[in-house]
């Protein structure tokens, strides 16, 4: 009888126990908590990169990692709650793309570990202690729109050297946009270019931006970095051929889209490089150790059917320069 009892319980416990390991299994699949700013609809071209770079690394959503997505649907004043949300759902790693958003996140959790895709000085805005030591929960990569303000509008001079009045459309929500147009002030006397700062928080704020662009009669625009740009570039490259304004953007996204030129890094780039932070985190790594990148490569893009539409010349001299040009 002890016998049988012995069988009896052996073999339950073989019917169980793949049962058992498989839950466990189940139960160590890691979960990412991700914070997008933009709508649905109008998604940056960001989380779509970041998702092909988790690809790439072999992760597959509902496999082997789960992906928790909340959408602030461009409006910075949802994204504090919605970053709270997803810390209480207990995520091993969160990430996001944006100041803004990098920012509600490091103010929900000073423990959960915290990358960001893109963004733009994260050490100033105190998010980090350095860009070789983080030294906190965030660590990511890091866009230098600022630090290329001034070559771009060098480019831009020397591809449209008609030009004399540049509006700057910079997002005052982003702390490296105050400091636009004032450090290039200088290159600006040199080309023989006068400046005119020119703000927008939202789409809602596109026409009267330019609107206040015509009354200043500026005959170019230079389109800072965000999120809400990038989200909506479309609309605002539309604007600028009504307007007949010929642009200058920050990013091959924004070509792509229809601006005149642009010349900066390709967030898309780096959005896909932070999977890679994801990856070594749930290894182990801490973000703390895990040195912020900056972006390092800064095509020029023309697109000559914008150049076609606004009936602008680009001089060849300027054509043979781009790494890419859009026919």
Known sequence: MQLFGLAVALI??????????????????????????????????????????????????????????????????????????????????????????ALALKQATTTLPIVVGVAIDLTAMGLTESLAHPGGNLTGLELRPADLAGKRLQLFKEALPTITRVAILVDPAWTAHTSIPRIIEQEARTLGVQLQRVEARTPADFEAAFAAMDRRKSNALMIMESEVFAAHRQQLQTLALRHRFPSMSYGPHHAE???????????????????????????????????????????????????????????????????????
Request: glycine share 6%; charged share 20%.
């Open 12 to 101: 339950v416990s073989l019917v169980f126990a793949p049962l058992g390991s498989e839950a466990q299994q189940v139960a160590k699949i890691p979960k990412v908590g991700v914070l997008e700013p933009t709508p649905r609809q109008h998604l940056a071209p960001c989380i779509f990169a970041f998702q092909q770079g988790l690809h790439h690394l072999g992760y597959v959503e509902e496999q082997n990692i789960l992906v928790d997505y909340r959408y602030g649907e461009g409006r910075p004043d949802r994204l504090p709650a919605l970053a709270r949300e997803l810390v209480q759902r207990g995520p091993d790693v969160l990430w996001t793309h944006s100041n803004p958003a």
């Open 257 to 327: 889209a229809g601006s005149l030129l642009a010349y900066g890094a390709d967030p898309r780039d780096l959005c896909e490089r932070s999977a890679t932070f994801v990856h070594k985190i749930l290894r182990g790594a801490k973000p703390a150790d895990l040195p912020i990148e900056r972006a390092d490569k800064f095509p020029l893009v023309i697109n000559l059917k914008t150049a076609h539409m606004l009936g602008v010349t680009i001089p060849q001299t300027f054509l043979l320069r781009a790494d890419q040009v859009i026919e």
